[in-house]
């Protein structure tokens, strides 16, 4: 009789694809612009919720395909108190409308209707419905922090900011 020696449960995985480094640090390059950035991401955040926040920040990064973006803040959502199911079916939200409140899920449209401009437009329908949960200082204050994270999903993605460093509350 002879004995497998190899244990396939603790065997090493397989390699993980090597870390990119990102294309530019633009933030060591142009830091007043940077600095402006994280002023306006204050400025905009004032008077939302925000796991509602983060779960903007979330989807718009999910569309704009920023990995570094997702990898923050899902972590920030987490941080906050925010779910795993929730956050895994924001993906999915359509599909999983039962998760989220009527205003995160007006909330949520809003944010896919601006972030994918190239669609078109802003539909009345999505607009009225956000404006139906939100009073106007707020709407106003979620638009801004839907075009900020977006703005913010840009410069991720155009220099292939890498993800997974990030810990919460880091850029508090």
């Known amino acids: 009789m002879t004995t497998n020696t190899t244990d396939t449960t603790t065997a090493a995985p397989d390699a993980f694809a090597p870390e ?8 060591k390059h142009a830091p007043e612009v940077y600095k ?4 306006l991401e204050k400025a905009a955040g004032q008077g939302l919720d925000l796991k509602l926040r983060e779960l903007v920040k979330i989807r718009a990064s999910q569309l704009n395909h920023c990995a570094f973006c997702l990898d923050m803040h899902t972590k920030d959502a987490l941080a906050a108190g925010e779910s795993v199911e ?12 039962h998760f989220y409140t009527e205003k995160e899920l007006a909330a949520i449209e809003l944010t896919e209707a601006v972030t994918v401009l190239t669609d078109g437009f ?17 709407l106003a204050q979620l638009i801004a ?24 509350g880091q850029h508090a």
């Not at 402006?36 to 002023?39: D, I, K, N, P």
């Not at 079916?89 to 359509?94: S, V, Y």
């Not at 900020?148 to 993605?157: E, M």
Request: proline share 8%; charged share 30%; hydrophobic share 45%.
């Open 122 to 138: 802003v539909p009345d329908e999505v607009y009225e419905k956000a404006a139906r949960f939100f009073d106007e200082p707020e």
């Open 145 to 168: 922090a839907i075009t900020v994270i977006n703005a913010w999903n840009r410069f991720g993605v155009t220099c292939r900011l890498t993800p997974g460093h990030y810990t919460p």
């Open 86 to 97: 929730r956050i895994v079916q924001l993906a999915a939200w359509e599909e999983s409308r």
């Open 20 to 27: 990119e480094p990102a294309r530019l640090e633009w933030a």
């Open 36 to 39: 402006a950035m994280l002023r």
